[in-house]
């Protein structure tokens, strides 16, 4: 049986999908051989309300649930300056957190939306996935500024990602990846509309209205939630693989990640 561990801040309605798809993934055998050890909330109840109903929801599955608040934790303890590494207190959460999950036992650990920035101790003890809005060698940063950064280099394609949790933030090896066009129909007419134009003039005008940026990010999310479970079938079925910090698929061979492309475009295809 391969063990997933499953951290998340619960802050939306994303995080209980997705939770959602995961459980039917396992529960339908599209993810074999696979369980659930433990979900893990920065959060507790009482928090917010998008994270009480994530809460619930765990509890409803009957799957263990380990709450620890980060904002309790922190107190009036200081942050640290944006550009310097962790500060202490979020080192000693991670230390806590560590200590309330050593009796559960798990293979690889799926962050699904959790909304803190992994320490070092912490990723040196787990093996530790991490979504990302991009293609392999693709942009940095959050979903908007992939998509800004895409419009701006006129791109001719783009993906989404698996990457290993690094303490430096998006740089870990990617684990798994698939790609599509954003050229062609229908995207061709919205590229037309912004010819000429930087992503801070369309930003001024039209925001994050613009066609383009909402045909771009639509494309995106919707293989986000299908590339997480092709990679956790991935795992649970041996085809690939994580070993001193690096991806290996079922011969042993070593990658530079897992392209489940074709995987994701017919589970598109199908739903169509």
């Not at 369309?202 to 995106?220: H, P, T, V, Y």
Request: glycine residues 8%; proline residues 5%.
């Amino acid at each position: 049986m391969y063990r997933f561990g499953w951290f998340s801040t619960g802050r939306g309605k994303g995080s209980r999908e997705l939770f959602k798809v995961a459980l039917n993934g396992i529960q339908s055998g599209q993810i074999a051989n696979a369980s659930i050890s433990y979900v893990f909330c920065n959060r507790e109840a009482g928090e917010s309300p998008e994270t009480d109903r994530f809460i619930e929801l765990v509890k409803e599955s009957g799957i263990p649930l380990i709450c620890f608040s980060y904002q309790k934790f922190k107190g009036e303890r200081p942050d640290n300056a944006v550009d310097e590494p962790l500060p202490q207190w979020r080192l000693e959460y991670d230390r806590h957190v560590m200590s309330l999950l050593q009796d559960f036992h798990c293979d690889l650990c799926v962050l699904a939306g959790y909304m803190l920035i992994v320490g070092s101790e912490m990723c040196q003890k787990y093996h530790m996935l991490n979504l990302h809005p991009a293609a392999p060698g693709g942009p940095k940063g959050t979903w908007r500024e992939v998509i800004w950064q895409l419009i701006d280099s006129r791109a001719k394609e783009t993906g989404v990602m698996m990457h290993m949790v690094t303490p430096e933030l998006d740089k870990g090896p990617v684990v798994s990846y698939c790609k599509f066009p954003i050229t062609g129909q229908p995207f061709n007419s919205y590229w037309k509309a912004v010819e000429g134009k930087t992503s801070e003039e369309i930003k001024q005008s039209q925001g994050e209205d613009n066609e383009l940026f909402k045909i771009i990010r639509e494309n995106g999310l919707k293989r986000e939630f299908p590339l997480i479970l092709s990679t956790m079938a991935a795992f649970s079925s041996c085809k690939v693989a994580i070993s001193n910090g690096a991806v290996f698929d079922a011969k042993g061979n070593k990658i530079n990640g897992y392209n489940l492309t074709e995987d994701i475009e017919k589970m598109l295809k199908d739903r169509n």
